[in-house]
């Protein structure tokens, strides 16, 4: 896949979203007197996802005002969108400005049985068909409620709430029923951590049952107690340069817990990564670390090989107890979505025990000699392996595992390494400037992407910098352009 395709396609992917949003904002109208916390009470507590959306604080941050006269939009926006925005949107701009709808809380759900659907409260259900009349098609009424479709959506309503699915299995209305009955038994706005979590003041905020580790617990009121969740937060900086997602691991009651089987990297390991690395990612881990999940993901979505090759280098990695440091650059810029290991530089150290290296080690000279191919030793406890145009060196490096295709220097001075002090993990990211490894991006704007965790919390922070203005105005324009 060329560089420029995956640009379009990721575009596209970007546009499907604004396309779902705007459909969001399209029906999440006329919920004046609703709030988070009454919303959060139809929604039962055993479902998998609730993501809690301000649909009018993400717009404004987009760069699209509501007025009484209807949208107004920013000079970037403008020019590409105001030409196709229907009438209804003007409508329902004006109407929120005006104190007749709220768009401040849309709740986006992932149910138990992975049905999805998006409601949000109104105040005035005959107001809603109304300004709605060309958006939804309504059929009849069935078992006390209002029944229709948002395109091929069906809908569900009463007087007071608006239900949207993704699908249904029996009918719309029944799902809804069902729903309504769970959270009467026991809903989510009852587990106090995840309730504040969804309520906080936000561009959006998520709640996310960790799956991995609870999927084999039956949803009753006392296994929902016990679920482990991860909630996380997105907003901008102040600025408006940056979004920033914070995230945590927390019971159902609010109680922060740290990752088992982690600790914090030891930042000396950046010494060995050149200046100018595109990525670098650290994590410290202990024998104690579960890697269950990754096996399971692996037997889910890798199929027979990606199961087999787990099953290999699982008791190696159960072995870790330290740092595991990756970092890795392309060769040149525009290669850089090459599956081509030899368009790759990179160099990976691993904390395990000298028998765990010198077995891995003894291993690959033993597969190279198999192959005709005879490493040569490069230094005390080090060969090198000629493999992909490279001469990738293997073996013990102060303590670590260390494969290399650039060799071994530890007097580095990166820049990077203030990052890791004190984290459990850390990613970074950098293309500077972004049009010189992706075909079709914008001139002068770089791109980072951040991620650190520690003690059970993280953050992550994307940025364009050289881009013009606030970053979701910017990716806006560029998506409408």
């Known amino acids: 896949m060329t560089s420029r395709h995956s640009l379009q396609l990721t575009i596209m992917k970007i546009q499907n979203f604004s396309l779902f949003a705007l459909l969001a904002v399209m029906l999440g109208v006329m919920s004046s007197c609703s709030k988070k916390a009454e919303l959060l009470d139809t929604i039962p507590a055993n479902v998998t996802t609730v993501t ?58 992932l149910d138990k049985n992975n049905t999805a659907f998006m409601t949000f409260a109104i105040s005035d259900f005959e107001r809603f068909k109304l300004v709605m009349e060309d958006a939804i098609t309504w059929n009849a009424d069935n078992d006390g409620f209002h029944t229709g479709y948002a395109g091929n959506y069906p809908l569900v309503a009463n007087d007071s709430q608006i239900w949207i699915l993704s699908r249904h299995n029996k009918t719309a ?80 009651d609010g109680k922060i817990e740290k990752s088992k089987g982690m600790r914090n990297i030891n930042p000396a390991v950046l010494a060995y990564v050149p200046e100018g690395f595109n990525l670098t990612f650290g994590a410290g881990l202990t024998p104690d670390f579960d890697w269950t999940p990754f096996e399971t993901i ?26 595991l440091l990756i970092a890795a650059r392309p060769v040149t810029p525009n290669v850089i979505d090459s599956g081509d290991p030899s368009d790759w530089d990179f160099i990976l150290l691993v904390h395990m025990p000298q028998r765990k290296i010198n077995q ?22 080090l060969i090198a392996v000629p493999q992909y145009g490279k001469e990738i060196t293997i073996g013990n490096v102060d303590g670590y595992l260390g494969i290399s295709t650039i060799g071994f220097d530890n007097t580095r001075n990166n820049s990077l390494a203030p990052m890791f002090v004190n984290k459990e993990m850390s990613l970074n990211i950098i293309a500077d400037p972004l049009s010189d ?21 993280g953050q992550a922070k994307f940025a364009l910098p050289g881009s013009n203005g606030p970053i979701l105005t910017y990716l806006l324009s560029i998506m409408l352009d």
């Open 360 to 381: 891995l080690t003894a291993t690959v000279s033993s597969m190279m000699a198999t192959a005709g191919i005879t490493p040569k030793a490069v230094g005390e406890g």
């Open 298 to 323: 692996a037997r889910l979505f890798g199929g027979f090989q990606a199961e087999a090759f787990m099953n290999v280098i699982t008791p190696y990695l159960e072995s870790i107890d330290g740092t």
């Open 52 to 109: 809690t959306l301000n649909l009018r604080s993400l717009c404004e941050a987009s760069g699209i005002k509501f007025t009484e006269e209807g949208i107004k939009a920013s000079p970037e926006i403008e020019k590409n969108i105001a030409p196709t925005i229907p009438d209804v949107i003007n409508n329902l701009a004006e109407m929120d400005a005006k104190g007749v709808a709220d768009f401040s809380t849309i709740a986006l759900v």
């Open 173 to 252: 209305t029944q799902c809804v029923k069902d729903v309504l009955n769970a959270a009467k038994e026991m809903p989510i706005s009852k587990l106090d951590g995840i309730a504040q979590a969804l309520n906080r003041d936000n561009l959006a905020n998520t709640a996310m049952i960790n799956w991995l580790e609870q999927s084999d617990k039956k949803p009753d009121n006392q296994s929902i107690q016990e679920k482990m969740w991860n909630v996380a937060a997105i907003n901008t900086t102040t600025d408006g340069k940056s979004i920033v997602l914070n995230w945590e691991r927390m019971t159902s």
């Open 437 to 457: 490894y992706i075909n079709g991006a914008p001139e002068g704007v770089a791109m980072e992407l951040a991620i650190e965790m520690s003690g059970g919390k």
